[in-house]
């Protein structure tokens, strides 16, 4: 594996929430499980609960879940699940309770001794906060993994992939890449905002996510009427972890195969 790959996982951020953190995260967990890679998932704050059978789930922790190759506890997989869909920190003082880091910290090291990857999915925004004082951000120096953030490519990105990236460098955190998301229309000039990001970063895309990638199993880029992409959950209610509905056993996305193999190649 690569030199990134060696440091347990990747943390995987994006320039707002809705760019499709999640449809990324859930497609390079199956390409990499297809390579035979134990890859546990991780989402570490959700702010946004339905009742399921098996309790209060948050929709995007259950597509990681399905996506992996790896049996976890939904509690190691989203330690903090908040009611509200809301800012963690708004949310968390509806709740009545204060984000901790420990207890992500204690779930991180049971996920990373029982896989070969842990994918962790942050919550909207690289400084996202999680209380009065404290960020996503603060989540991903304490886990210590490289990161892997997305671009949705859309009027007004390129101010907000910059500014991200300067901020996740201030963090001394280890750059493992960028994905462009076309997301659900091409906006104009895309290869020419695509080639400024490049440009600026110093280095191409890991990958580039199609217009309306996900509908094959079930997310969709299509914002529905809410603002936010759909969800699997949406799609298929049942969806309750990876032993009722894998989406491990779909065959991944090119884009993706080819993301991961140059995560993980030597």
């Not at 035979?36 to 991780?42: C, K, P, Q, S, W």
């Not at 951000?137 to 859309?154: H, N, Q, S, T, Y």
């Not at 905002?193 to 079930?218: C, M, Q």
Request: proline share 7%; charged share 15%.
């Amino acid at each position: 594996m690569s030199a990134g790959a060696s440091k347990r996982g990747f943390f995987i951020t994006g320039t707002d929430t809705g760019v499709g953190k999640t449809l990324v995260t859930v497609a390079l967990t199956r390409a990499l499980a297809q390579r035979g890679i134990r890859t546990a998932v991780m989402k570490p704050v959700a702010a946004g609960a339905m009742e399921t059978p098996d309790g209060l789930r948050n929709d995007d922790a259950l597509e990681l879940l399905a996506a992996s190759n790896v049996k976890s506890a939904y509690e190691d997989v989203n330690p903090w699940l908040l009611k509200t869909p809301a800012s963690p920190h708004l949310a968390a003082r509806h709740d009545g309770v204060s984000i901790g880091v420990q207890k992500i910290l204690t779930a991180f090291r049971r996920l990373a001794a029982a896989s070969d990857l842990v994918m962790v999915e942050g919550a909207g925004g690289w400084l996202a906060p999680i209380s009065s004082v404290a960020t996503m951000a603060d989540i991903a120096e304490k886990l210590a993994l490289p990161v892997i953030f997305v671009v949705g490519m859309r009027l007004g990105c390129l101010n907000h992939a910059l500014l991200t990236r300067e901020a996740i460098r201030s963090h001394g955190l280890p750059f493992a890449g960028w994905i462009a998301n076309k997301m659900h229309s091409e906006m104009a000039l895309v290869g020419a905002n695509i080639d400024s990001l490049a440009s600026r970063f110093g280095t191409a895309p890991l990958g580039i996510v199609p217009v309306g990638a996900g509908k094959e199993w079930g997310h969709s880029s299509f914002p529905p009427a809410g603002g936010k992409p759909g969800r699997a959950s949406e799609a298929r209610p049942h969806l309750h972890g990876n032993e009722e509905c894998p989406h491990s056993f779909l065959p991944a996305p090119a884009w993706a195969v080819e993301v991961a193999n140059k995560l993980v190649s030597p």
